[in-house]
């Protein structure tokens, strides 16, 4: 069988590992699962319950008679509070109030009398898979270790699905490999005593949105204050991005009220209109026990660059190989400056911002109060009046809206306004896409069309949740390979607790034609100097990613040279390599070529693996 490619292996900040009962079977398992390095924390038995990777300030345990409880990565929580709700429980369901109250972002594990319950978080960023391997169950946090001990291999359709742009809700959590079953995030896995038989359970549901701006400000500084000083409480150096963005802004500046030591970074834009740095110092100089560092932008890597050097352990395809140099380019020189941790502003435009789709419903609820908004959302967004309507008048149910999507992926791309108020963006398939491939992506869309039910029956609140599993599922793989560069990466705004703070104020309050970010803002504000609370534009990366195609495209030529994709007869490797010749044509710049050169890259990284001895 093959198992993954491990590279440089895990650093800090990279915890995973794989979750067994409490059975001799499962025990001899577990034992195909140990590799150098890796470390195992046991049942009461004495056999192996977690095995994997993980440091000793990622992980929190405690035991109270037949119950176990482990919360294993980033998380302030002590032993003594883990050891009084394992006195307390009874039933595993039980852990549903920790769960819910828990600050930081982790998995949460426990054992209770055999039986098993494993959940990640509600945000998506930690996700749980589960397999069944020599007749035991066996959860593990990446699907790829599950692959590897089942000796499969990925299924083409799956890959074909992974083709589509964008993949929807619910195709996205399938995993790419036969055999493997996805956890929702908003649920939990729990595996009977006999390891043989499992079920999935929610645990999570958003808040309803009823908090006014003013109400809700307060707790969103709360969460997001305890989210900032779960990284920073050990003091030591951290650094973070400071883009001049209100996101990145207002982490640095609450990470220097704690006891860290922070070190700012700037990355300047290289198009002329780009005020990104003028933003950063004003920030800056507010804040004077921070080191600011603004590194050259000309030195800054391109989108697409070093695309053929990939060797990252990936458990699926994503998009964000093609910033990845971009995202770790910095961090040696943070490590150089002693960081331990590096803070992101990713995920503020997911929490803090929210979908113009919520405006569907309100136009129904509190129609005069929709159409001014709507009128002002149609003059920033320069939408066109017949397209709202159609937007607005659909009133199709989330699996019929799938399953019409499967006959339309050769269209035209839609009208940003119908995309925006309705339940997405409906998946494209380009031309470069085989015909067999475009046949199993279609079977997929309609079958899972079905039984597809909406993350929220509220457009807007699907359209949040979907946009932050999108998000995160991008950022757990940029996380795996910051960790493995040095310096591991951390996103405070998608921790569960700010994710909810910021989902229980009324969307009418969250986003608007009349004002940017109103919600952080006015969490910010005391924190956060007024002047850097102004801004109310945000910095593109267009040209960048513009150039990087102009100036990579000999490395997008070599991708498609004996193309994995090609091979499984999922793309026209002719006409790929022909676009790689023309990147200038009209059309490339919405990135539509993204999600074909993930798969082609993840593909490529697959064969990289090592066999072991069966």
């Known amino acids: 069988m093959n198992e993954p490619h491990h ?64 919360v294993v990565g980033c998380c302030p ?48 960023l930690r996700l749980v898979f589960h397999a069944r391997i020599a ?18 291999d990925p299924d083409p359709r799956q890959v074909a699905v992974r083709l589509l742009w964008p993949v929807p809700h619910p195709l996205a959590e399938a995993p790419l490999w036969p055999g493997i079953t996805a956890v929702s995030p908003h649920d939990a896995l729990f595996v009977a005593a006999d ?86 110092r004003l920030a800056a100089r507010s804040l004077p026990e921070v080191e600011h560092v603004v590194w050259d932008a000309d030195a800054s890597p391109l989108v697409y660059q070093d695309l053929l050097g990939i060797d990252d ?48 419903r309100l136009a129904r609820t509190r129609p005069l109060f929709a159409l001014r908004q709507l009128r002002g959302f149609k003059a920033l967004w320069q939408w066109p009046l017949g397209a709202m309507g159609r937007a607005l008048a659909d009133t199709r149910p989330y699996g019929t809206w799938l399953a019409d999507a499967s006959r339309s992926l050769r269209d035209p791309l839609p009208a940003t306004a119908i995309t925006s108020l309705g339940w997405g963006m409906p998946p494209r398939l380009f031309d470069w896409v085989t015909p067999e491939a475009r046949e199993m992506a279609v079977g997929a869309l309609r079958e899972a069309a079905e039984s597809a039910v909406p993350l929220h029956p509220d457009r807007g609140l699907h359209a949040d949740l979907e946009q932050v599993h999108s998000c995160t599922r991008i950022i757990r793989q940029w996380d795996r390979m910051a960790a493995r560069a040095g310096v591991p990466m951390a996103s405070p705004f998608l921790d569960d607790r700010v994710m909810e703070a910021c989902f229980a104020v009324r969307p009418e309050d969250r986003v608007t034609p009349w004002q940017y970010k109103p919600l952080l803002t006015a969490a910010m504000r005391g924190i956060v100097p007024d ?84």
């Open 195 to 280: 390891g043989r038989s499992v079920r999935h359970a929610r645990w999570w549901t958003p808040p309803e949105p009823v908090r006014t701006l003013a109400d809700g400000a307060a707790d969103v500084r709360a969460a997001l204050t305890e989210a900032v000083d779960a990284r920073t409480r050990q003091g030591g150096v951290v650094s973070c991005d400071l883009s001049g963005g209100l996101d990145s802004t207002s982490l640095c500046f609450l990470a220097a009220r704690s006891p860290a030591k922070v070190v700012a970074s700037t990355w300047p834009g290289r198009d002329p209109a780009d005020t990104d740095l003028h933003w950063a």
């Open 313 to 360: 352990l990936l458990d699926e395809p994503t998009i964000g190989v093609m910033d990845r140099s971009r995202v770790l380019h910095h961090l040696p020189g943070m490590a150089e400056r002693g960081s331990r941790l590096h803070l992101t502003g990713i995920g503020g435009d997911h929490v803090a911002w929210c979908s113009e789709a919520y405006y569907h």
């Open 77 to 124: 929580a002590d032993a003594a509070r883990l050891h009084r709700h394992a006195a307390r429980m009874r039933d595993l369901t039980r852990l549903d109030v920790l769960a819910r109250t828990l600050p930081g972002s982790h998995h949460l594990v426990a054992a209770l009398d055999g039986r098993l319950r494993v959940q990640g978080t509600a945000s998506g």
């Open 531 to 614: 002047a850097c609370l102004r801004r109310t534009t945000k910095a593109a990366a267009s040209m960048d990613a513009a150039n990087g195609l102009r100036e990579h495209r000999g490395d997008l030529l070599a991708l498609w040279e004996d193309s994995r994709l090609e091979r499984l007869g999922l793309v026209d490797g002719e006409a790929l390599r022909r676009l790689a010749q023309r990147p200038s044509t009209p059309g490339l710049h919405h990135g539509i070529l993204y999600p074909t050169i993930a798969a082609e890259v993840w593909l490529r990284g697959l064969a990289r693996a090592t066999p072991a001895p069966s």
């Open 7 to 70: 590279g440089a292996g895990a650093g800090p900040g990279d915890a995973h590992f794989a979750v067994f009962p409490d059975r001799e079977d499962a025990a001899a398992v577990a034992r195909s699962f140990a590799r150098p390095g890796t470390r195992t924390l046991p049942h009461a038995s004495g056999r192996p319950w977690l095995v994997g990777s993980w440091h000793d300030d990622e992980i929190v345990t405690a035991r109270a008679g037949s119950a176990a409880v482990a």
């Open 135 to 152: 007749g035991v169950h066996v959860a593990a946090t990446s699907a790829d270790v599950l692959a590897a001990a089942l000796g499969a």
